[in-house]
């Protein structure tokens, strides 16, 4: 009996189903790098706060340390009994009533000081300082571990960890992180037609763009290309092609997914036993967007990897996705379907794909029934900032998507966009 034939979904349907599974995926081995290499690398390890933070109360001002109380009546005199520097070899002494002491930012208040007077405020002359101005307690200071107590924990597994998440590293003392080792992601183009980059195209050729495409958005999704040859529209090459990338993480395919005659890679996985899990989305482009599985004691072949602990539920199945041909397809594909599967490979913690909206600059007309990610620049200054549609000749206008910086998502029910609505946009 022929298997049911696998659905094609809507947007967000399609989405769901690549982010179930991708829930359902573990990332591979872990190994610790210096702290600076583990920029953009994904945190294996949680980290915690090695002391108070701050460590003691501390002054966000240059000024005077004083007790609120001692400002009741104004204008006030105070006696100043010392300066407090930031990193003074020792805690200063106690503040008695009466005092202040002058105090620098990120310096530690004293005993007694509840609140910092700004320098602006205040006369000194000799050893006696004016205070024009009321206080209430704790301004101009952070109390000692206000922004974190020792222990708590400042960062998880799973953070995709920026220039702020390696400053906190560094602020407790990491000179290391754990990191997942980057998954090993498949790029397998197809098509007969496609040539190398180096290569003098015949009048009919087109060069392989879509493997470097992919690959730049492989390294900036967290994962490591393995760029395989180009596979001709043929199914033994092609089927020992798609073994060679099932050896990967994950295997990225392009082309020879829609329904021409010669577009073989669906059947060749068929042949491998493979799952499909949707063959297509509503959307445009990326339209014949295909994603699934093949499990390894199904197709009767060992399907293992580097990263991937050799007994982890992972190898018994590798996932795989068919992205169209055609190059903005296969860059949209790759943002909405591909991104959320290597990033759980990754061993990121999932999140949710969000629209940014923005002013819609000139009307769009067009026809219901597909989700629509069209490219778009997003322009105008502060908070006059504007998008409109780039002219294109289709999803094969490298160039168009080259001179866009954003899309814009076009709902499935609208067919008429007036020029001045805010309107959902996906940046990259
Ligand atoms: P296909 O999905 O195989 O029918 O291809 C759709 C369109 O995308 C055709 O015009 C192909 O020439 C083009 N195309 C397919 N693969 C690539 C590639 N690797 N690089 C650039 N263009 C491609
Ligand atoms: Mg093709």
């Avoid at 022929?2 to 690549?18: C, D, G, H, K, S």
């Avoid at 009994?81 to 990120?106: C, D, V, W």
């Avoid at 943002?335 to 990121?348: K, N, Q, S, T």
Wanted: aromatic share 6%; with cysteine.
């Amino acid at each position: 009996m022929p298997a049911p034939q696998p659905p094609i979904l809507t947007f967000e349907e399609a989405r769901r189903t690549v982010e179930d599974h991708a829930a359902h995926s573990t990332p591979g081995a872990e190994e610790t790098v210096p702290l600076l290499q583990a920029a953009g690398r994904v945190l294996a390890e949680p980290i915690a706060a090695d002391r108070d933070i701050p460590p003691f109360p501390r002054s966000t001002r240059d000024g005077y340390a004083v007790s609120a109380a001692d400002l009741a009546t104004l204008p006030t005199k105070l006696k100043v009994i010392g300066e407090i520097k930031a990193g003074p070899a020792q805690l200063p002494p106690a503040l008695n009533r009466g005092q202040a002491f002058s105090i620098m930012t990120g310096a530690p208040l004293p005993q007694g000081a509840d609140a910092v007077v700004m320098v602006e405020y205040t006369s000194q002359q000799d050893d006696s300082v004016e205070i024009k101005k009321a206080i209430t307690p704790g301004e101009n200071i952070v109390a000692q571990a206000a922004e974190a107590k020792r222990g708590t924990l400042l960062l998880d597994r799973g953070t995709r960890l920026n220039e702020a998440d390696i400053a906190l590293a560094a602020s407790v003392g990491k000179a290391k992180l754990q990191v997942f080792v980057r998954p090993r992601v498949a790029v397998l183009t197809t098509g007969d037609e496609i040539v190398e980059v180096q290569a003098e195209p015949g009048p009919t050729q087109i060069r392989n763009s879509n493997l470097y495409s992919l690959a730049v958005q492989i390294l900036q999704g967290g994962g490591e290309p393995v760029l395989l040859p180009i596979a001709p529209d043929e199914p033994r090459r092609l089927r020992q092609l798609i073994e060679e990338g099932l050896q990967s993480d994950l295997l990225l395919m392009t082309g020879g997914v829609s329904m021409g005659r010669y577009d073989l890679v669906e059947q060749v996985l068929a042949d491998l036993q493979a799952e499909f899990f949707f063959t297509g989305a509503k959307i445009q482009p990326g339209k014949p967007i295909v994603f699934g599985r093949v499990n390894s004691w199904r197709s009767g072949r060992l399907v293992r990897s580097g990263p991937t602990a050799p007994d982890s539920p992972q190898d018994q199945h590798k996932y795989f996705f068919g992205l169209p041909g055609n190059p903005v397809s296969t860059m949209v594909t790759f943002e909405l379907f591909a991104r959320p599967m290597l990033e759980a490979l990754a061993g990121m913690s999932p999140h949710p794909l969000v629209f940014l909206h923005a002013r819609l600059k000139s009307e769009i007309r067009t026809k219901p029934g597909l989700t629509r990610f069209l490219p778009a620049t997003l322009s105008g200054k502060y908070e006059d900032s504007q998008v409109e549609l780039v002219p294109w000749q289709g999803s094969g206008d490298i160039a168009a998507r080259s001179r866009s910086n954003c899309y814009i998502v076009i709902p499935p029910d609208r067919d008429h966009i007036p020029a001045g609505e805010w309107i959902p946009t996906m940046l990259r």
